[in-house]
């Protein structure tokens, strides 16, 4: 793959299709040049020529935790407190199971109204499942610091809300959770490769992630989870996984955790999903999440000060202050279904999210100024036009 070490941004080490503004990558990434490369060689070499063997001469088995790796530099996590595997909602589910380990005399776990969904939803399960009475307390962004008391056992947060971008302060809201004696959560799938993030220096004791939204590894690339080191080996793992034993091999009747992070292992890795996560990550190469977020910043400082000045019926979403927004920007727009459809089919490229917020993420791997005037500019045509108002742009697909 060829060396993109150098300044902002590095279009040229994308596959970006002509004529097309991409402000999607807080949902899926692009694709780097040399993911393609490598997943055919795994397929072609590894998998067709070692068969088998590609477990060991080819370290598929190594991977899921040498590849966390260089996603943990990104997020402040020291080398050997990641796992890459399963899914997100899996390893939600894993992090909030051990953290109620950690406080069972405590029956609340805390979250907000912009938490992911799924995040919600895997909760309800747990407690369902559980059955030790249990409550899911959703509260207010803003009103979260004032609600975590002694009463509970775990605060499960996303770091930046994926709706609007708001993003929580994580090294005060941790501590706060630690100083009553509850377990912090942190979902980083709208943070990783987007803000600066330092799991060690915050303390938390888990934090969970996507890999194919800014890390752009590709449509149902793996997910990763954090411990702190000094629990990893306490506690013990609800999904209790064959590859989080201690000797998978010795096939054992009864499970024997791993040590550390190797416990929270569950099912046979996603061999070809690693690989092309191990690929992408060469594009940051060279790269601190300072600059990125600096970069990002001023993309978005950018965005906002043009729509609002060129798109009136437009509203903003997102905090308006830099330092408590994430990498993207929202807008409300009663018709935004219809109006990102239209963008879309001019080659601006964001997403909707129910009920009325379009959104754009601001990748400054791929993106630059001149990018954030054009996709402006179609927009204010888009709305000055009513070019959104079609019949064909209200017709909702599947995924919006």
């Excluded at 405590?106 to 407690?127: E, W």
């Excluded at 999903?273 to 690929?279: E, K, S, W």
């Amino acid at each position: 793959m060829k060396d993109h070490v150098g300044p902002l941004p590095r279009k040229d080490a994308f596959t970006l299709p002509e004529g097309v503004i991409y402000l999607d990558g807080n949902s899926l990434g692009p694709l780097p040049h040399g993911v393609a490369e490598r997943v055919a060689k795994v397929v072609s070499q590894e998998w067709a020529t070692h068969l088998i063997r590609g477990w060991n001469v080819d370290d598929w088995m190594g991977q899921p935790v040498t590849v966390a790796d260089k996603v943990g530099r990104l997020i402040g996590a020291a080398p050997g407190t990641c796992v890459l595997g399963d899914t997100l909602s899996i390893k939600v589910h894993q992090a909030l199971s051990a953290a109620l380990t950690l406080c069972p005399d405590r029956k609340v776990v805390l979250s907000d109204s912009g938490n992911f969904p799924t995040d919600l939803y895997m909760a309800q399960g747990l407690i369902r499942q559980l059955g030790q009475g249990h409550e899911l307390r959703v509260v207010a962004p803003e009103e979260v610091e004032g609600a975590i008391d002694d009463s509970v056992a775990a605060v499960m947060l996303t770091h930046v809300d994926y709706r609007t971008g708001r993003m929580h302060d994580m090294a005060r809201i941790t501590a706060r959770a630690q100083e009553v004696g509850a377990v912090m959560i942190w979902d980083l799938a709208h943070s990783a490769g987007a803000v600066p993030v330092d799991l060690t220096a915050s303390k938390a004791e888990f934090a969970v992630g996507c890999t194919y939204k800014y890390l752009n590894a590709g449509p149902g690339a793996p997910a990763f989870i954090y411990v702190r080191p000094d629990i990893a080996g306490q506690v013990y793992p609800a999904l209790a996984g064959w590859l989080g034993h201690d000797a998978p091999f010795a096939f054992e009747p009864d499970y024997r955790p791993g040590p550390g992070i190797e416990r929270f292992r569950v099912g046979t890795p996603p061999v070809i999903q690693v690989a092309a996560l191990d690929a992408a990550m060469a594009v940051w190469e060279g790269v601190e999440m300072a600059d990125i977020r600096a970069a990002s910043v001023a993309l978005s400082e950018q965005f906002i000060a043009e729509v609002e000045a060129r798109v009136p019926a437009l509203t903003l979403a997102s905090p308006r202050e830099a330092a408590l927004r994430g990498s993207q920007v929202s807008f409300h727009f009663q018709h935004g279904y219809a109006a990102m459809q239209a963008l879309i089919a001019r080659g601006v490229i964001g997403d909707f999210r129910a009920p009325d917020i379009m959104r754009f993420g601001f990748t400054p791997l791929y993106l630059d100024a001149a990018d954030v005037t054009a996709a402006v500019d179609i927009l204010a045509e888009i709305m000055a036009q009513r070019l959104w108002d079609r019949p064909e742009y209200h017709a909702r697909s599947k995924v919006t």
